[in-house]
């Protein structure tokens, strides 16, 4: 059973960074369209930034110039670094891995970004 496990979420000050990490097993990083999604509170799950199975990354506007999207095949984790954060990213943030028709998620990780 694929399972995937986000870390690294926290209270930070607006303009700070933090670095998220999604820890896969049971599922190969590099062979899956792996995502970072957000929800805020009474908001809509959104799409951050996504990296396809061959390493081509894309991004939501917001997250342009901020954040960065990466995997580490030996590691079998995808980073999501995030700097110049604003109290409008705050939320929790989410790992997905989707092949075929398989989607999976982990728990989220929160984080918190005070002005």
């Known amino acids: 059973q694929a399972q995937l496990v986000e870390s690294g979420g926290g209270l930070v000050q607006a303009g700070g960074s933090l670095r998220l990490s999604c820890a896969a097993s049971g599922m190969t990083v590099s062979m899956y369209l792996m995502a970072w999604y957000r929800q805020a509170p009474g908001k809509q799950r959104e799409l951050v930034a996504e990296?396809?199975?061959?390493?081509?990354?894309s991004y939501a506007d917001f997250a342009k110039g901020r954040f960065t999207i990466s995997r580490d095949g030996t590691k079998n984790t995808v980073f999501l670094q995030m700097n110049s954060l604003k109290p409008e990213d705050t939320g929790r943030y989410y790992c997905s891995g989707k092949r075929l028709m398989s989607t999976y998620w982990g728990q989220g990780t929160q984080v918190t970004v005070s002005s």
């Open positions: 990296i396809s199975n061959l390493g081509s990354a």
